[in-house]
């Protein structure tokens, strides 16, 4: 299990974000060039089972637009720069008070955090609380139909970037909700990611 640092970060996450939100395609805050009202408003972590890289899947809030708008970003977060990925990858570096300098890359460009991913939506990996060690997350629950999704050829894995309160669907491939604080402090849930339909 990922022991959780309760330290410093400088830059913090969301002032990484803040930068990168708005450079990427799904991003609809509009033309700003930082995200200027970023929150965190929930997520939850996964293991490296090699115990190498940090997996969180965070929600950010971000207010500076007509409507708050609710934003998946998986990261990554590494103790040395990632070969092999877009230069998009990477949402930047932060010197971390225990582990020193990190590289805090996009999940979804992260082979490590898709594989983990696609092992939470077979069954085979426990979400994590994402700021207490050694805590699973019930709430983090995984819903469909088995059938080709379980297989080892599983379908591509989908990320939903821009967050919506809605139900499970229960009998359609795999999937995975979850919650978030909205902005009246209320408990949203709906689709994080799931397999691809057919």
């Known amino acids: 299990m990922a022991s959780i640092h309760h330290t410093t970060m400088t830059p913090t996450k969301l002032e990484l974000l803040a930068d990168w939100l708005p450079k990427q395609s799904w991003y609809v805050g509009g033309g700003a060039t930082a995200a200027s009202d970023l929150t965190r408003a929930g997520g939850f972590r996964l293991d490296d089972p090699a115990g190498e890289v940090g997996i969180e ?11 708050p708008v609710a934003y998946l970003v998986p990261m990554s977060y590494r103790g040395a720069a990632l070969e092999g990925v877009p230069g998009g990858a990477l949402i930047g570096t932060s010197e971390h008070g225990v582990l020193g300098t990190r590289w805090i890359y996009d999940g979804v460009q992260d082979p490590v955090v898709t594989a983990q991913l696609r092992a939470l ?26 059938g080709p999704d379980s297989g080892p ?40 990611a799931g397999f691809a339909r057919q």
Do not use: I, Y
Not at 57 to 67: L, N, P, Q, R, T
């Open 57 to 67: 899947f965070m929600v950010v809030a971000d207010a500076s637009g007509a409507e």
């Open 121 to 146: 939506l077979r069954g085979e990996a426990v979400p994590q609380h994402q700021s207490k060690s050694d805590t699973p997350d019930p709430t983090v629950t995984v819903h469909g139909t088995d």
């Open 153 to 192: 050829d599983t379908p591509e894995v989908c990320v939903n970037r821009v967050l919506r309160a809605s139900d499970a669907e229960p009998g359609t491939s795999r999937h995975l909700v979850a919650g978030w604080s909205g902005p009246d402090g209320t408990t949203l849930r709906g689709v994080f």
